[in-house]
């Protein structure tokens, strides 16, 4: 086994590595999941995902609650970030433009191909994480995509992240 193969999607082993990834996230920075509802989502049914945004460690609380094969639409200045940006391309997250009908075109066309694969994908349809905790109006993007690719949504909420590493900050309060 190479190391690439962590990092190659269609790769068995790719899963691992994002679980491995979620739990040492998650006790690193001392985080306990208090999970609820989850008998209310099946991870063999495609879906879209849409969440609340308060924390970076958003992400590896709800993939860490959600198992199964899961990919975001993520706005395309985090793929220009080194090393991270080089990670989001890898593990076959969705860049997005804000504004760009093109872009959005393209994301349909790599969403449709996931939904083909069994694969979850999720977006944050506030845009952008929450500074206090409040939740922002919700842009259409997610509704749009859920349309256009004819699945259901499936809602989450995701509680204190924002309070555990603020927007802005990576270091966390546990």
């Known amino acids: 086994i190479t190391f690439i193969a962590f990092f190659n999607p269609k790769s068995k ?14 006790k690193i920075y001392r985080l306990k999941i208090d999970l609820q509802g989850a008998e209310n989502h099946n991870p063999n049914e495609s879906c879209i995902i849409v969440s609340n ?3 970076l460690l958003d992400i590896p609380a709800a993939f860490y609650a ?13 793929f220009k970030v080194p090393l991270f940006g080089f990670l989001l391309k890898k593990t076959g997250f969705i860049p997005i433009e804000r504004g760009s009908r093109k872009s959005a075109s393209e994301a349909v066309s790599k969403i449709r191909n996931l939904i083909a694969q069994k694969t979850h994908v999720w977006m944050a349809p506030e845009g952008t994480r929450s500074a206090d905790g409040k939740l922002l109006p919700f842009k259409r993007g997610a509704f749009i995509m859920s349309h256009d690719c004819e699945l259901p949504i499936q809602p989450i909420v995701i509680v204190n992240s924002g309070e555990i590493t603020p927007k802005g900050s990576i270091l966390a309060r546990p």
Not at 13 to 26: A, D, E, G, K
Not at 67 to 77: F, H, L, Q, S
């Open 13 to 26: 082993y790719f899963i691992y590595f994002i679980r491995l990834w979620n739990v040492s996230s998650l």
């Open 66 to 78: 959600l198992g199964g094969n899961i990919r975001m639409v993520a706005k395309a200045e985090l």
């Open 53 to 55: 945004h308060q924390s």
